[in-house]
């Protein structure tokens, strides 16, 4: 990581502060990313398993272009949200956060952890779905943007990792479609389990670890 400065701190300790507060289910936390997935396709059949031998696979494969997973997780209760896209563009963005908001119509206000990539803006969302509407979803969210190569901070990372884990693994996916079955196939085990993330890195660590305080960082204006 690179060295503190006082954007990055204040960054970090706002998203450490948000996971020590408890539970709320009127301001649920929830937590959002996104990965690429290369689609590809076997060039000959897998060959079937028989007595004394697995199951073999050629390591041949034909590329199939490129695809996009986000994924949100609401770390305290362990509840996910995946949505397969061809792509990563404004509008795709756009249209998973307009399909998290619906996951949680009660709320009063949702705090939403992102990185710092170029779409994760209210912009994206005006641009989509017009001035007055995306500017509505916007307002449905509280966004805590994480540090500047400070992604360690979302505990989207931990979702990210075990979709590309538990859902796809080592199988191979050649089309969007397949990856979408895929994917509504891990979010509905995954909410039948809810399992939560214990998140143990606080603001006490953090000063601790990285040996600063906060009034290292405050700026004499005068």
Known sequence: MPSLDAQ?????EDVLAL???PLNRR?????FDERPVQLLDSK????????GAVARRDYEYIRCGTANLFCAVEPRTGRHFVKATRCRKAADFAEALRDLAH???KARKIHLVLDNLNIHTR?????????KEGLRLWSRFCVHYTPVHGSWLNQAEI????????CLGHQRVASVETLRDR???WERDANRHRVPIRWGFTTAKARCTFHYRPEDFIRDEY
């Open 8 to 12: 990055y701190v204040q960054r970090m």
């Open 183 to 185: 994917a509504r196939a």
């Open 123 to 131: 912009f994206s969302l005006t641009r989509r779905f017009g001035w």
């Open 103 to 105: 996951r949680y119509p």
């Open 159 to 166: 979702e990210v990792s075990l979709v590309s884990r538990q």
């Open 19 to 21: 996971y020590e507060k």
């Open 44 to 51: 000959r059949d897998m060959l079937p398993m028989h007595p």
């Open 27 to 31: 301001e649920p936390v929830v937590c």
